[in-house]
């Protein structure tokens, strides 16, 4: 199934493409629409469809700017024009954008299904070709890649002297001038274990991450790409390392087996600063791991204040893992401190008191790192009979790893959330006041909160369990069953009054989501 997103200012253009076409029957998803380019562009950067309908005389933004716009950061989205503008220099600069098909006004549902199926052959002819492993491969092993990647190594780890990274860049042909600089780590990985799987998402990435602008990438590993972003100010920044982050994940995920952790690390002003940007990123990387999930982190997002955890003592294991870990690591840590017991047999009852003394003195750093104090949230464990009733045995020594590790994780969570709990609960309440105007959008509410769209969507996404579009339709769709339940309104004033710009829009979304229709719902 190809996704498909639908862009024009006439509601009866876009009511007719989305009724007259059998989507899941034909092999496509009906994935959303909007009518002028600003809102589509807001929606398509976090929908990420694999095919784009837009009119190319809208309001605001034309759809050759939301074309070009696209291509730039989504350059995988497959492009067909509407337009009732026979000119060829219309269809010269939609050329020169890299748009799939131009179909002009009129036209009938089989001429739009027509270029639909154009299109997804193509997406189906790409997607095989940049998974070509042994192209990937060969590609990396040439001179100039093995040249690039041995210098930007160096860089990364901080291994290179002002001199030499400027004259490097001049003989690879490295443009790394610029203000600020941040550097992503993504690690790829395979839920099965199959590295096929995960050899064919890093070709993908292969192909894609030489068109994001502003960037330097690499892979250092057969499963690491390591990305050196750069901005003219902290702001397009963010808004591009965030942007990136987004896209990696998209385009691993592309394989159900595979998931892709992606850590950023601080903001530099300095080529030679850049490995500092290097060593936080790959910090988050090596401390925790996030089995089956897919994850963005951030250096920023994880520090608090001036007490952050990045602040802790550094290399502690202990440390790091309680710093980043999830759940699912609590086994494994609980594993490793049985067999370090278990080589010193006989001695039981020393060791494992020794582990637990330690654990909890690590768990105790933690808590006031993060503003707490171990004797006010959990003062059972610093006595001295919790120790002593731990070790009694083997079973229930387990039982108590397990719980102070989980008490420690669950505590640290509330915390990082916590960061964040303002600002998740400041958009919703602007939300919940403001989802009757059409104008809500990714990028306004963001501005409310202070925060890039993508890093807003990145922090939503993750905190909510729900992306930013599916939370605002639920909303707009929740107010909607309230004013067909409790009052007389038609179904076309109940459309307007909930965000929606076209009733019958509101009618197909409302379906898709109760799976009934506002008539039916009305008649329970």
Same mark, same amino acid.
């Given at each position: 199934?190809?996704?498909?997103?639908?862009?024009?200012?006439?509601?009866?253009?876009?009511?007719?493409?989305?009724?007259?076409?059998?989507?899941?029957?034909?092999?496509?998803?009906?994935?959303?629409?909007?009518?002028?380019?600003?809102?589509?562009?807001?929606?398509?950067?976090?929908?990420?469809?694999?095919?784009?309908?837009?009119?190319?005389?809208?309001?605001?933004?034309?759809?050759?700017?939301?074309?070009?716009?696209?291509?730039?950061?989504?350059?995988?989205?497959?492009?067909?024009?509407?337009?009732?503008?026979?000119?060829?220099?219309?269809?010269?600069?939609?050329?020169?954008?890299?748009?799939?098909?131009?179909?002009?006004?009129?036209?009938?549902?089989?001429?739009?299904?027509?270029?639909?199926?154009?299109?997804?052959?193509?997406?189906?002819?790409?997607?095989?070709?940049?998974?070509?492993?042994?192209?990937?491969?060969?590609?990396?092993?040439?001179?100039?890649?093995?040249?690039?990647?041995?210098?930007?190594?160096?860089?990364?780890?901080?291994?290179?002297?002002?001199?030499?990274?400027?004259?490097?860049?001049?003989?690879?042909?490295?443009?790394?001038?610029?203000?600020?600089?941040?550097?992503?780590?993504?690690?790829?990985?395979?839920?099965?274990?199959?590295?096929?799987?995960?050899?064919?998402?890093?070709?993908?990435?292969?192909?894609?991450?030489?068109?994001?602008?502003?960037?330097?990438?690499?892979?250092?590993?057969?499963?690491?790409?390591?990305?050196?972003?750069?901005?003219?100010?902290?702001?397009?920044?963010?808004?591009?390392?965030?942007?990136?982050?987004?896209?990696?994940?998209?385009?691993?995920?592309?394989?159900?087996?595979?998931?892709?952790?992606?850590?950023?690390?601080?903001?530099?002003?300095?080529?030679?600063?850049?490995?500092?940007?290097?060593?936080?990123?790959?910090?988050?990387?090596?401390?925790?791991?996030?089995?089956?999930?897919?994850?963005?982190?951030?250096?920023?997002?994880?520090?608090?204040?001036?007490?952050?955890?990045?602040?802790?003592?550094?290399?502690?294991?202990?440390?790091?893992?309680?710093?980043?870990?999830?759940?699912?690591?609590?086994?494994?840590?609980?594993?490793?401190?049985?067999?370090?017991?278990?080589?010193?047999?006989?001695?039981?009852?020393?060791?494992?008191?020794?582990?637990?003394?330690?654990?909890?003195?690590?768990?105790?750093?933690?808590?006031?790192?993060?503003?707490?104090?171990?004797?006010?949230?959990?003062?059972?464990?610093?006595?001295?009979?919790?120790?002593?009733?731990?070790?009694?045995?083997?079973?229930?020594?387990?039982?108590?790893?397990?719980?102070?590790?989980?008490?420690?994780?669950?505590?640290?969570?509330?915390?990082?959330?916590?960061?964040?709990?303002?600002?998740?609960?400041?958009?919703?309440?602007?939300?919940?006041?403001?989802?009757?105007?059409?104008?809500?959008?990714?990028?306004?509410?963001?501005?409310?909160?202070?925060?890039? &769209?993508?890093? =807003? $969507?990145? +922090? !939503?996404?993750?905190?909510?369990?729900? #992306?930013?579009? *599916? @939370?605002?339709?639920?909303?707009?769709?929740?107010?909607?069953?309230?004013?067909?339940?409790?009052?007389?309104?038609?179904?076309?004033?109940?459309?307007?009054?909930?965000?929606?710009?076209? &009733?019958?829009? =509101? $009618?197909? +979304? !409302?379906?898709?989501?109760?799976?009934? #229709?506002?008539? *039916? @719902?009305?008649?329970?």
């Amino acid at each position: 199934m190809y996704s498909v997103f639908l862009v024009d200012d006439e509601p009866i253009v876009l009511e007719g493409i989305r009724s007259k076409i059998e989507w899941e029957s034909k092999g496509f998803t009906f994935a959303g629409e909007a009518t002028d380019g600003e809102i589509a562009l807001s929606m398509i950067q976090e929908i990420k469809p694999d095919i784009l309908i837009t009119d190319i005389k809208m309001p605001f933004m034309d759809g050759l700017q939301l074309a070009a716009a696209i291509k730039k950061t989504q350059p995988w989205i497959k492009i067909i024009i509407l337009s009732g503008h026979d000119e060829f220099d219309y269809a010269k600069r939609a050329i020169s954008i890299g748009i799939e098909d131009y179909l002009l006004k009129p036209f009938t549902a089989d001429e739009v299904l027509d270029a639909l199926k154009k299109a997804a052959s193509h997406l189906e002819q790409e997607r095989t070709q940049v998974s070509d492993i042994n192209k990937m491969k060969e590609e990396l092993k040439s001179r100039d890649k093995l040249l690039q990647k041995e210098f930007l190594t160096n860089l990364v780890k901080g291994s290179e002297s002002m001199t030499n990274i400027m004259e490097k860049c001049q003989e690879l042909n490295i443009n790394l001038i610029s203000r600020y600089y941040k550097v992503l780590i993504s690690n790829v990985t395979s839920k099965s274990g199959n590295e096929q799987t995960v050899q064919e998402a890093c070709s993908r990435l292969n192909s894609y991450s030489s068109s994001w602008e502003q960037t330097i990438s690499f892979f250092r590993h057969a499963n690491q790409l390591i990305i050196i972003q750069k901005g003219n100010s902290q702001t397009d920044l963010e808004e591009n390392i965030f942007r990136v982050a987004e896209n990696i994940e998209h385009i691993v995920s592309q394989n159900e087996d595979c998931t892709v952790i992606t850590a950023i690390g601080k903001t530099v002003e300095h080529t030679t600063s850049i490995s500092s940007s290097y060593t936080d990123a790959k910090m988050i990387l090596d401390a925790g791991k996030f089995e089956n999930q897919n994850r963005i982190i951030s250096a920023d997002d994880i520090k608090l204040d001036n007490n952050g955890l990045l602040d802790l003592k550094e290399n502690d294991p202990l440390v790091d893992r309680l710093k980043y870990a999830s759940k699912g690591d609590i086994s494994a840590i609980v594993t490793q401190s049985m067999e370090l017991i278990k080589n010193n047999p006989g001695q039981f009852n020393v060791f494992a008191s020794y582990l637990l003394l330690d654990l909890i003195f690590e768990v105790s750093k933690l808590i006031e790192s993060l503003g707490g104090n171990i004797k006010e949230v959990n003062p059972d464990i610093l006595q001295h009979s919790f120790v002593e009733k731990a070790v009694e045995d083997e079973e229930n020594f387990v039982t108590v790893l397990e719980d102070v590790l989980n008490f420690a994780l669950e505590y640290r969570d509330s915390k990082i959330t916590g960061k964040y709990g303002d600002v998740i609960l400041k958009a919703k309440k602007y939300i919940d006041e403001n989802y009757a105007d059409q104008n809500t959008t990714l990028t306004t509410v963001a501005d409310v909160v202070c925060l890039s &769209p993508n890093h =807003f $969507s990145t +922090i !939503f996404s993750q905190e909510c369990k729900t #992306t930013f579009i *599916e @939370y605002l339709t639920n909303v707009r769709i929740e107010n909607a069953k309230r004013l067909i339940k409790n009052t007389d309104m038609k179904v076309y004033d109940i459309a307007y009054e909930c965000g929606f710009s076209d &009733p019958h829009y =509101f $009618s197909y +979304i !409302f379906k898709k989501n109760t799976g009934v #229709t506002p008539r *039916e @719902y009305k008649l329970q």
